[in-house]
Protein backbone atom coordinates (compact mmCIF):
# COMPACT_ATOMS: atom_id res chain seq x y z
CA UNK A 1 0.00 0.00 0.00
CA UNK A 2 1.14 3.44 -0.68
CA UNK A 3 1.91 5.63 2.53
CA UNK A 4 1.23 9.05 0.70
CA UNK A 5 -0.78 8.98 -2.30
CA UNK A 6 -1.92 12.18 -4.48
CA UNK A 7 -4.19 12.30 -7.20
CA UNK A 8 -4.40 12.79 -9.98
CA UNK A 9 -0.49 12.15 -11.07
CA UNK A 10 -1.07 14.72 -14.53
CA UNK A 11 -3.36 17.64 -14.75
CA UNK A 12 -3.14 19.87 -18.05
CA UNK A 13 -5.66 22.65 -17.73
CA UNK A 14 -6.25 26.27 -18.98
CA UNK A 15 -5.81 29.14 -17.84
CA UNK A 16 -9.00 30.86 -14.88
CA UNK A 17 -9.92 27.27 -14.95
CA UNK A 18 -10.97 25.75 -11.03
CA UNK A 19 -8.70 22.27 -10.13
CA UNK A 20 -8.29 20.21 -6.86
CA UNK A 21 -5.45 17.37 -6.24
CA UNK A 22 -6.31 14.99 -3.60
CA UNK A 23 -4.28 13.64 -0.77
CA UNK A 24 -4.39 10.86 1.03
CA UNK A 25 -2.38 9.36 3.66
CA UNK A 26 -2.82 5.73 5.47
CA UNK A 27 0.27 6.12 8.25
CA UNK A 28 -1.49 7.57 10.51
CA UNK A 29 0.33 10.91 10.65
CA UNK A 30 -1.04 13.83 12.44
CA UNK A 31 0.71 16.32 10.25
CA UNK A 32 0.00 17.26 6.19
CA UNK A 33 1.65 19.43 4.03
CA UNK A 34 1.43 20.82 0.46
CA UNK A 35 4.97 21.32 -0.96
CA UNK A 36 5.16 23.11 -4.84
CA UNK A 37 8.29 22.16 -6.42
CA UNK A 38 9.29 24.75 -9.30
CA UNK A 39 11.15 24.11 -12.84
CA UNK A 40 14.15 24.66 -11.08
CA UNK A 41 13.46 21.94 -8.58
CA UNK A 42 13.21 24.85 -5.70
CA UNK A 43 10.92 22.80 -3.20
CA UNK A 44 8.40 25.52 -1.14
CA UNK A 45 6.02 24.53 1.81
CA UNK A 46 2.67 26.21 0.54
CA UNK A 47 0.16 24.46 4.20
CA UNK A 48 0.76 22.98 6.85
CA UNK A 49 -2.42 21.23 9.00
CA UNK A 50 -2.32 19.73 12.31
CA UNK A 51 -5.25 18.67 14.17
CA UNK A 52 -7.30 21.56 11.96
CA UNK A 53 -4.81 24.04 12.57
CA UNK A 54 -3.87 25.41 9.19
CA UNK A 55 -0.61 27.42 8.22
CA UNK A 56 -0.19 29.10 5.39
CA UNK A 57 3.12 30.47 4.21
CA UNK A 58 2.20 34.07 3.48
CA UNK A 59 3.71 33.74 0.15
CA UNK A 60 0.63 31.48 -1.16
CA UNK A 61 -2.32 33.15 -3.07
CA UNK A 62 -5.19 33.15 -1.53
CA UNK A 63 -6.59 31.29 -4.97
CA UNK A 64 -5.16 28.58 -3.30
CA UNK A 65 -7.47 26.70 -0.57
CA UNK A 66 -6.15 23.48 1.27
CA UNK A 67 -9.27 21.17 2.40
CA UNK A 68 -9.24 18.36 5.10
CA UNK A 69 -12.39 16.00 5.71
CA UNK A 70 -10.47 14.06 8.53
CA UNK A 71 -6.87 13.69 9.49
CA UNK A 72 -6.17 10.95 7.10
CA UNK A 73 -6.96 13.32 3.36
CA UNK A 74 -5.28 17.03 2.55
CA UNK A 75 -7.19 18.19 -0.65
CA UNK A 76 -5.75 21.50 -2.57
CA UNK A 77 -8.30 23.33 -4.36
CA UNK A 78 -7.12 25.83 -6.96
CA UNK A 79 -9.54 28.69 -8.10
CA UNK A 80 -8.70 30.82 -11.07
CA UNK A 81 -5.54 29.30 -12.89
CA UNK A 82 -2.90 31.36 -13.94
CA UNK A 83 0.16 30.00 -16.44
CA UNK A 84 2.55 30.63 -12.98
CA UNK A 85 1.15 27.82 -11.20
CA UNK A 86 2.37 25.10 -13.53
CA UNK A 87 4.90 22.96 -10.97
CA UNK A 88 5.06 19.77 -9.52
CA UNK A 89 2.93 19.83 -6.74
CA UNK A 90 3.75 17.17 -3.65
CA UNK A 91 1.63 16.38 -0.53
CA UNK A 92 3.54 15.07 2.17
CA UNK A 93 2.89 13.68 6.10
CA UNK A 94 4.91 13.41 9.25
CA UNK A 95 3.55 11.77 12.24
CA UNK A 96 3.78 15.01 15.06
CA UNK A 97 4.95 17.92 12.25
CA UNK A 98 4.55 21.17 15.44
CA UNK A 99 6.21 19.25 18.34
CA UNK A 100 10.13 19.17 17.37
CA UNK A 101 10.85 19.68 13.46
CA UNK A 102 12.86 16.93 12.96
CA UNK A 103 10.04 14.54 12.30
CA UNK A 104 10.54 12.45 8.49
CA UNK A 105 8.46 13.18 6.21
CA UNK A 106 7.10 11.29 3.98
CA UNK A 107 6.13 12.41 0.19
CA UNK A 108 3.53 11.74 -2.33
CA UNK A 109 4.49 10.78 -5.86
CA UNK A 110 3.61 14.40 -7.11
CA UNK A 111 1.05 15.90 -8.97
CA UNK A 112 2.55 17.87 -12.70
CA UNK A 113 -0.10 20.80 -13.08
CA UNK A 114 0.57 22.40 -16.56
CA UNK A 115 -1.66 25.32 -17.11
CA UNK A 116 -2.03 26.63 -20.49
CA UNK B 1 16.28 32.51 9.63
CA UNK B 2 18.04 29.33 7.38
CA UNK B 3 19.05 29.25 4.06
CA UNK B 4 20.66 25.99 2.01
CA UNK B 5 23.17 26.23 -0.99
CA UNK B 6 24.05 23.24 -3.05
CA UNK B 7 27.06 23.45 -4.69
CA UNK B 8 26.56 22.11 -7.91
CA UNK B 9 23.09 21.49 -9.75
CA UNK B 10 24.52 18.18 -11.54
CA UNK B 11 27.18 15.64 -10.77
CA UNK B 12 28.27 13.19 -12.87
CA UNK B 13 30.11 10.16 -11.21
CA UNK B 14 31.79 7.13 -13.18
CA UNK B 15 30.10 3.62 -11.36
CA UNK B 16 32.19 2.49 -8.37
CA UNK B 17 33.52 6.14 -7.50
CA UNK B 18 33.20 7.99 -4.12
CA UNK B 19 29.83 10.52 -4.46
CA UNK B 20 30.41 13.29 -2.81
CA UNK B 21 27.22 16.02 -2.59
CA UNK B 22 27.86 19.46 -1.21
CA UNK B 23 25.47 21.03 1.40
CA UNK B 24 26.09 24.47 2.99
CA UNK B 25 23.21 26.20 5.35
CA UNK B 26 22.97 28.94 7.36
CA UNK B 27 20.53 29.02 10.37
CA UNK B 28 20.49 31.45 13.07
CA UNK B 29 19.96 28.41 15.70
CA UNK B 30 21.34 25.00 16.08
CA UNK B 31 20.12 23.08 13.24
CA UNK B 32 18.68 19.81 12.24
CA UNK B 33 20.08 18.83 9.06
CA UNK B 34 18.98 16.07 6.51
CA UNK B 35 19.58 14.35 3.17
CA UNK B 36 16.42 13.56 1.20
CA UNK B 37 16.59 12.00 -2.53
CA UNK B 38 13.80 12.11 -5.17
CA UNK B 39 14.09 9.46 -7.89
CA UNK B 40 12.10 9.64 -11.19
CA UNK B 41 8.47 10.78 -10.88
CA UNK B 42 8.77 9.59 -7.25
CA UNK B 43 8.15 12.17 -3.85
CA UNK B 44 10.96 12.69 -2.21
CA UNK B 45 12.83 9.88 0.49
CA UNK B 46 14.21 10.42 3.75
CA UNK B 47 18.28 9.25 2.99
CA UNK B 48 19.33 10.74 6.63
CA UNK B 49 19.34 13.15 8.96
CA UNK B 50 21.58 15.06 11.75
CA UNK B 51 19.80 15.67 15.38
CA UNK B 52 21.86 15.82 17.97
CA UNK B 53 25.02 13.28 18.94
CA UNK B 54 27.55 11.67 16.59
CA UNK B 55 28.29 14.58 13.64
CA UNK B 56 28.68 11.24 11.16
CA UNK B 57 25.60 10.15 10.18
CA UNK B 58 24.70 6.65 8.61
CA UNK B 59 21.70 6.69 6.09
CA UNK B 60 20.09 4.07 3.57
CA UNK B 61 22.00 2.85 0.37
CA UNK B 62 25.47 3.60 1.69
CA UNK B 63 24.90 7.00 2.18
CA UNK B 64 26.48 9.29 4.92
CA UNK B 65 26.71 12.95 5.90
CA UNK B 66 28.67 14.57 8.34
CA UNK B 67 27.44 17.34 10.13
CA UNK B 68 30.75 20.40 10.56
CA UNK B 69 29.65 23.34 12.36
CA UNK B 70 32.51 25.02 11.80
CA UNK B 71 32.18 25.00 8.01
CA UNK B 72 28.93 25.09 8.59
CA UNK B 73 28.65 22.13 6.10
CA UNK B 74 26.42 18.88 5.75
CA UNK B 75 28.11 17.23 3.02
CA UNK B 76 26.58 13.56 1.52
CA UNK B 77 29.46 11.27 0.23
CA UNK B 78 28.94 7.10 -0.31
CA UNK B 79 31.89 5.25 -1.23
CA UNK B 80 31.13 3.69 -4.32
CA UNK B 81 28.58 4.93 -6.57
CA UNK B 82 25.63 2.73 -8.16
CA UNK B 83 24.15 3.01 -11.28
CA UNK B 84 20.92 2.87 -8.85
CA UNK B 85 22.18 6.22 -7.47
CA UNK B 86 21.16 8.15 -10.19
CA UNK B 87 18.99 10.67 -8.69
CA UNK B 88 17.79 14.37 -7.60
CA UNK B 89 19.12 14.91 -3.91
CA UNK B 90 17.99 17.37 -1.82
CA UNK B 91 19.73 19.03 1.18
CA UNK B 92 17.35 20.64 3.89
CA UNK B 93 17.79 22.40 7.66
CA UNK B 94 15.24 23.29 10.13
CA UNK B 95 15.57 25.31 13.40
CA UNK B 96 15.43 22.36 16.31
CA UNK B 97 12.41 23.18 18.33
CA UNK B 98 9.69 24.30 15.73
CA UNK B 99 7.71 22.65 13.45
CA UNK B 100 8.96 20.19 10.72
CA UNK B 101 6.88 22.96 8.11
CA UNK B 102 9.82 25.26 8.97
CA UNK B 103 12.38 22.82 6.47
CA UNK B 104 14.16 25.03 4.30
CA UNK B 105 15.24 22.90 0.98
CA UNK B 106 18.22 23.29 -1.19
CA UNK B 107 18.12 23.39 -4.64
CA UNK B 108 19.05 19.96 -5.65
CA UNK B 109 21.89 18.30 -6.77
CA UNK B 110 21.06 15.75 -10.32
CA UNK B 111 23.28 12.98 -9.62
CA UNK B 112 24.45 11.01 -12.76
CA UNK B 113 26.13 7.24 -12.20
CA UNK B 114 28.03 6.88 -15.86
CA UNK B 115 28.58 3.16 -16.51
Known amino acids: DTAVSQTPKYLVTQMGNDKSIKCEQN?????MYWYKQDSKKFLKIMFS???????INETVPNRFSPKSPDKAHLNLHINSLELGDSAVYFC???????????????FGSGTQLSVL | AQSVTQLGSHVSVSEGALVLLRCNYS??????LFWYVQYPNQGLQLLLKYTTGATLVKGINGFEAEFKKSETSFHLTKPSAHMSDAAEYFCAVGPRGVSARQLTFGSGTQLTVLP
Open chain 1, 49 to 55: YNNKELI
Open chain 2, 27 to 32: SSVPPY
Open chain 1, 27 to 31: LGHDT
Open chain 1, 92 to 106: ASSQDGVRTGNEKLF
